[in-house]
Nanobody, 115 residues
Framework: QVRLVESGGGLVQPGGSLRLSCAAS????????MAWYRQAPGKERELVAT???????NYTDSVKGRFTIFRDGAKNTVYLQMNSLKPEDTAVYYC?????????WGQGTQVTVSS
């Protein structure tokens, strides 16, 4: 069974930084794309950032210039570097791997931005 495991969440002050990690049980090159989503209580899950098999990256407007998605194929890991964090970034962040037929999800990691 494909597994994705997120780590790196926590409590950070506004303006601070966190780096989230997503470790996959299979080579990440087997996915068409990998992505980070987030979901705040009572809100829809939203797409934050994607990276394709070819390495192209896309971000939702609210995080452009602050977040960076990148990968380390040797470690089968995708990262989300989050800088200049704002309280509105508070959410559970989920790693997503897009296969040919299914999406695979991690269990999520909590990010809380508060003074």
């Amino acid at each position: 069974q494909v597994r994705l495991v997120e780590s790196g969440g926590g409590l950070v002050q506004p303006g601070g930084s966190l780096r989230l990690s997503c470790a996959a049980s299979v080579t990440i090159s087997s996915y068409n794309a990998m992505a980070w989503y987030r979901q705040a209580p009572g809100k829809e899950r939203e797409l934050v950032a994607t990276i394709t098999r070819l390495g192209s990256r896309n971000y939702t407007d609210s995080v452009k210039g602050r977040f960076t998605i990148f990968r380390d194929g040797a470690k089968n890991t995708v990262y989300l570097q989050m800088n200049s964090l704002k309280p509105e970034d508070t959410a559970v962040y989920y790693c997503n791997g897009k296969g040919n037929y299914d999406d695979y999800w991690g269990q999520g990691t909590q990010v809380t931005v508060s003074s």
